[in-house]
């Protein structure tokens, strides 16, 4: 084993950006060394990961299945743990250098702070975390030595324009969404989307959750929430565009008229890889973009009719508090149900207004109202698609 590799613990090692990110390490070895590996649920894959990549340690959140893997890697010497205070503590180990949150949802709020806390680097793929409580860690990141680098490809981009610029020139940050499969539909043929539909993604392939999530367009309404607590930009200084062709991956706008975007070809390898070499540039990443075959870049309005979802960005942060909480909380449980075929597309956006309506709001919440918030909100969400799924 080189000592000079990064150690890096990988929080979602199961999913879409955890794969992509152990593809990379594998790619440059002479780099990374992959220290601790987590997943949800995904037994059979964490202990396959857990095989070839010899982590010091691998942990399931998921806590029933934890004699399983007990049992496949403690005798290859890898040690083993379950539950989410296990994942915390690994967020945190001194085994670890860098804290790749690529979880997904509200899961990866807990074990991000516990990472600030213990001053370990981060490569941010988990947006829920800024989007619940982006004041808060923000706050935290103050006291602590801990760098973010983002994941996500649009703040990736933001943070690859902003470097070496002065904050005091930046006009506007521009998001690029590819407005998702239902880009061209009629409201009505949106409201009655099936899950299969939504799924279809035509640019990215990304997890289930979030690719709902990009259909709704609530994906994006959560990139510019993250994105004002990231870069420390007022709200109203934050816009979405839409680009179909996602090329572009974001823009940032100067006061002398400038913009400078940050483009490549739809592949979340390259993010991650400047993610862990700390905004240095490695080979062997990505496909080259080849511009005489992209060669017809264009950019549309959005419309926040068709897709109400991305209004709430700019509600949460006008409202504050605890509002973008409630929202996440809203759209994990009411997404959950439509890949279920619980619910209808359209009512994704109404378990989202009738929990808002519904649950205490606070102006000023500290860390537990942020927790007591999160299951509030979803006994509200789930009791809402109780009724309306009888």
Request: glycine fraction near 6%; proline fraction near 4%.
């Amino acid at each position: 084993m080189n000592s000079n590799c990064k150690q890096i613990a990988v929080l979602g090692s199961t999913g879409s950006i955890g794969r992509q990110t152990l593809d990379l390490i594998a790619r440059h070895a002479d780099r990374y060394r992959a220290a601790v590996l987590v997943a949800g649920r995904q037994v059979d894959l964490l202990i396959e990961q857990a095989r070839k990549f010899r982590p010091q340690m691998a942990i399931i959140a998921d806590e029933t299945l934890y004699p399983q893997l007990r049992q496949a890697l403690e005798p290859l010497g890898i040690s083993t743990a379950a539950g989410a205070k296990a994942v915390e503590a690994a967020a945190a180990a001194d085994c670890v250098d860098m804290v790749v949150t690529a979880t997904v949802g509200y899961s990866g709020l807990l074990p991000t702070i516990a990472a600030i806390r213990a001053g370990k680097d981060i490569a941010l793929a988990n947006k829920e975390t800024m989007v619940v409580a982006g004041e808060y860690v923000t706050s935290l990141l103050k006291d602590s030595p801990t760098r973010i680098f983002p994941v996500d490809s649009e703040h990736s981009a933001i943070y690859q324009c902003l470097r070496g610029e002065d904050p005091a020139t930046v006009k506007r940050l521009i998001i690029t969404a590819s407005g998702g499969p239902f880009r061209t539909w009629s409201a009505d043929q949106i409201a009655a989307a099936t899950a299969a539909q939504a799924l279809k993604h035509p640019n990215w392939n990304m997890g289930a959750k979030i690719t709902v999530d990009s259909a709704s367009m609530l994906n994006k309404a959560f990139e510019i929430i993250e994105a004002r607590w990231l870069f420390g930009i007022e709200p109203q200084r934050i816009s979405a565009i839409v680009h179909p062709q996602s090329i572009i991956h974001s823009m940032v706008e100067f006061i002398d008229g400038g913009i400078k975007a940050q483009m490549g070809v739809p592949d979340m390898t390259l993010p991650i890889a400047y993610a862990l070499g700390e905004a240095s540039r490695i080979d062997r990443v990505s496909d080259f973009c080849d511009m005489l075959k992209h060669n017809q870049l264009t950019f549309e309005e959005p419309d926040t009719q068709r897709f109400p979802c991305l209004g709430l960005a700019h509600y949460a942060l006008e409202r504050g508090g605890n509002a973008a909480c409630i929202i996440n909380a809203a759209n994990e449980v009411a997404v959950a149900a439509f890949l279920r075929d619980r619910i209808a597309f359209g009512d994704i956006y109404r378990t989202i207004e009738a929990t808002l309506a519904n649950t205490q709001f606070i102006a000023q919440p500290v860390f537990d109202d942020y927790v007591a918030t999160n299951s509030e909100a979803r006994a509200r969400a789930a009791s809402f698609i109780d009724n309306i799924s009888k």
